[in-house]
């Protein structure tokens, strides 16, 4: 919901679970069915940083400006305050909310409105002079260390909800992100708003936000018409003014990935990780290609024979001869597992099985591991009785 309506100021947790009760039962007397509406209580940021008095947050935007690859951008934005100096006693919403539909409700708004929206440029110019001396931050910590911050939150978002994204050719969205910053410098994200407010109130915006809806409609377009096509997006002539966070033509980030199992991950925005020279994966060291041993692993084989891993492979023109072993294979470890599928379809192409035993294989002891326990339960359930219907087979 936008323009600040549903918000209430909770003190007392009681009286508004009365309040709730109270508007259920008016609603009951006009025999309206109550909605079974979902609501969400923040915590309140009792320490938020001003300026000049005022409260503020920082408006930015995501674009996603094409689903069929994903291309997600960011945009600096601007800067909402208060019209009033900050009381955190005061029950008007004016000295809480920034945004501009409920300051137009102040009464002194015509007056003050050119200072309820500052660039970001000024900004950076007021924390460099008033707040890094006193909090040891370095020049140009907005366009630095704040900067990063809400693009690392704004792709972890991206992340979360992108399994449940629509994907067609066309498609795109423009999405305004709410950040405040408190005293001791750390960054919130307040919201995310569907249909972020495009009103031009005054010069700060008239600066900002026509450029932002130029900008968003020209590359959404023009990623549309190269992928209609079958070309690539890049290069993208009406990129200007935003930054792009995430490419899925090249599965590139601007800041560093995690992978766990399987799947990229953003690494939490509150987590630091070591700097790398490809600043674009992080890949956690269990699941890093093992080390490679001085001496090959191996796996204790039963008396007198040894357990053999059969692979099959396409081009057994270009394989080396490999000696057979000796010792005939008993039938219990006859049963093997192909490290690939065959591919059969091309007339060129013939299959040829190799056996090798598994005490030269050098490979990592989980690797094998995993292997002859997987043979050992294909063995058994190959014996198990199968279900008359209808249950789970174990596939």
């Not at 110019?125 to 630095?144: C, F, G, M, R, S």
């Not at 130029?214 to 993208?236: D, H, M, Q, R």
Request: one cysteine or more; charged letters at 25%; hydrophobic letters at 30%.
């Amino acid at each position: 919901m936008n323009q600040g309506k549903g918000i209430y100021l909770v003190r007392d947790i009681e009286k508004f679970k009365a309040s709730l009760e109270e508007r259920d039962e008016r609603l009951r007397r006009r025999r309206v069915r109550p909605t079974n509406m979902g609501r969400i209580i923040q915590r309140y940021i009792e320490n938020p940083l001003l300026l000049e008095d005022k409260k503020f947050d920082v408006r930015t935007y995501m674009l996603i400006a094409s689903t069929t690859p994903y291309l997600v951008l960011y945009h600096k934005g601007y800067v909402r305050l208060s019209c009033q100096k900050y009381d955190h006693h005061s029950n008007d919403l004016t000295a809480h909310l920034t945004n501009q539909y409920i300051q137009k409700k102040d009464p002194s708004y015509q007056d003050v409105k050119e200072d309820t929206a500052w660039s970001m440029d000024k900004f950076n110019d007021y924390i460099n002079e008033n707040v890094a001396p006193h909090k040891d931050l370095e020049q140009n910590w907005v366009y630095t260390t704040f900067t990063k911050q809400m693009q690392r939150i704004i792709t972890h978002i991206f992340n979360a909800v992108k399994p449940k994204l629509q994907t067609r050719l066309g498609y795109f969205d423009l999405y305004g992100l709410d950040f405040m910053i408190d005293t001791d410098m750390k960054v919130y994200l307040i919201e995310v708003n569907v249909n972020p407010a495009l009103h031009i109130n005054c010069e700060a915006l008239k600066e900002v936000i026509p450029s932002v809806v130029e900008e968003t409609l020209y590359v959404a377009i023009e990623c549309f018409e190269k992928k209609k096509k079958g070309n690539s997006i890049w290069p993208l002539q009406s990129l200007k003014n935003f930054t792009v966070l995430y490419d899925g033509e090249s599965g590139k980030y601007l800041h560093r990935m995690t992978v766990n199992n399987g799947q990229i991950r953003t690494q939490s925005p509150t987590k630091e990780v070591r700097t790398q020279q490809d600043d674009t994966t992080t890949v956690p060291p269990t699941l890093k290609e093992p080390p490679k041993q001085q001496t090959p692993s191996t796996v204790q084989s039963p008396a007198k024979t040894s357990p053999t891993v059969t692979t099959t492979t396409t081009a057994a023109s270009q394989l080396p001869p490999v000696q057979k072993p000796t010792t005939p294979r008993p039938r219990t470890s006859s049963r093997s597992i192909p490290a690939t599928e065959p591919t059969l379809s091309s007339p060129r192409l013939q299959s040829t099985e190799i056996s090798i035993p598994v005490t030269n294989l050098t490979l990592p002891n989980e690797a094998v591991k995993l292997r002859l326990t997987t043979a050992n339960h294909n063995s058994q359930s190959h014996n198990a009785k199968r279900p008359k219907s209808g249950g789970d087979r174990g596939n």
